[in-house]
């Protein structure tokens, strides 16, 4: 009898601490205010999820140059294996999505030479990648413009009672311009 109710004791804590993983669309409204430190009223979303460049990494440069935490290499292997294994298109869903304007690649180049863009940020996201126990997601996040600005970093995020909360970014490729989160400080793309 008090094996059977160790045994579900031990199960009752397991099924408290599983989280239920946020949909994608659901992690990308939580998470806006990385690349945007204000949130912006709307901006423009590929309507195509990106692929994820955290596919390769190497760990000693992330703990060196880009981690805020230590994260287990377990954690780290666990998302690049996902993100590798990912080979299916992701398409964001609009109705989901609270402050994105999807559309298409083809748009997104031509709004790039337009003077003005209504004050509205281009971005293109990767799929978010989760950690089977919900506590960590990384995710791709290129910010679009001109040839000589955008860039593009790598988040890896972790899941606190508060929410979504940045304990690392890297940067992939980016000729200039800053992208601010209130997490992490800013970001100077060089």
Not at 24 to 33: A, D, L, Q, Y
Not at 141 to 163: A, C, Q
């Amino acid at each position: 009898m008090r094996i059977a109710c160790l045994f579900l004791l031990v199960i009752a804590v397991f099924i408290a601490r599983a989280q239920k993983l946020p949909s994608n669309e659901e992690f990308v409204n939580e998470t806006i205010k990385t690349y945007d430190s204000k949130g912006p009223s709307s901006y423009y979303l590929v309507a195509g999820a990106d692929t994820c460049r955290f596919e390769k990494f190497d760990y000693d440069e992330w703990v060196k140059y880009h981690l805020q935490e230590t994260v287990p290499l377990v954690t780290l292997n666990e998302l690049a294996y996902k993100a590798h294994m990912a080979r299916e298109p992701y398409y964001w869903k609009q109705d989901k999505l609270k402050k994105a304007i999807c559309i298409s690649a083809k748009t997104a180049d031509s709004l790039i030479d337009l003077p003005v863009r209504l004050g509205k940020e281009i971005f293109s996201l990767s799929q978010p990648f989760f950690t089977d126990d919900g506590q960590y997601a990384v995710m791709d996040v290129n910010m679009i413009g001109k040839p000589g600005t955008g860039g593009g970093l790598t988040f890896l995020y972790r899941h606190k009672k508060d929410g979504w909360h940045v304990v690392g970014a890297k940067q992939n490729w980016g000729p200039g311009g800053i992208m601010k989160s209130p997490s992490i400080g800013s970001h100077t793309l060089p």
